[in-house]
C-alpha cells in the first residue's frame, strides 16, 4: 500500500478560481514534505518544503500546510492560471534516509 | 544549462533489444537518483548513488536492469532484452548530500 495517498486524482477548474489538493502520509518518522508541480513531459520541480515543525508555507500563488498530528498536507492554489495546469505530487522524506516517498499525483486541469 | 540533463528524450525499441538511458547530474552533485515513472503514478525509487558508488540498487526491478556511474558524476542506466512493461518514463535526479533533489525530464522509453 502506498504510504502516500493523494486526493482528487484530478480537477477541473475555471481560470481564475481556487482549489485545494489533500495528501495523506503514513510514512515515520518523516525529515521534510515537498510539493513538486509536474508539467507534461518535464520532470518535477519542488514547489514547496516544509520540516515537520513547520505548519504552512507559500511560493507566489502556491500554499502548502501541514499538520503532523493527523500526517495531513494540502496544497491550495489561489486565482489559478493556465500554466497551473500540470500534475501536483506530494513527496515525503525519511528522517535519516535519502528516499522519497511519492503520492501518485493530482492532475490540475485548468480552463479559461 | 545548470540543471539535470538527461538523453535521449524519447526512445522507441523493439521488444528484446538492449537500451542506455544517459544522465548528466548538476555539476558537483555528489548524489544520483534513477526513477521509474509509470503513466499517471508518481515515481518510483530505482537506484542511488553516492560519487561513483551505487549505495543502494534495491529498487531495480529485475537483472535486466544495470546503472552505472563509473567516474562519479554521468550515469547510464541500461536495460537489457527489454520488455514492453519497462515502458514508462525514466528520471534522473541529482543532489548535494541530505539535500533537495533536482530532477531531469526524463526520458520517455516505449518498448514496441
Known sequence: KNQVEQSPQSLIILEGKNCTLQCNYTVSPFSNLRWYKQDTGRGPVSLTIMTFSENTKSNGRYTATLDADTKQSSLHITASQLSDSASYICVVTLSNDYKLSFGAGTTVTVRA | GAGVS?????????????????????????????????????????????????????????????????????????????????????????SLVGQGQHFGDGTRLSIL
Do not use: M
Open chain 2, 6 to 94: 538527461q538523453s535521449p528524450r524519447y526512445k522507441v525499441a523493439k521488444r528484446g533489444q538492449d537500451v542506455a538511458l544517459r544522465c548528466d547530474p548538476i555539476s558537483g552533485h555528489v548524489s544520483l537518483f534513477w526513477y521509474q515513472q509509470a503513466l499517471g503514478q508518481g515515481p518510483e525509487f530505482l537506484t542511488y548513488f553516492q560519487n561513483e558508488a551505487q549505495l543502494d540498487k534495491s529498487g531495480l526491478p529485475s537483472d535486466r536492469f544495470f546503472a552505472e556511474r563509473p567516474e562519479g558524476s554521468v550515469s547510464t542506466l541500461k536495460i537489457q532484452r527489454t520488455q514492453q512493461e519497462d515502458s514508462a518514463v525514466y528520471l534522473c535526479a541529482s
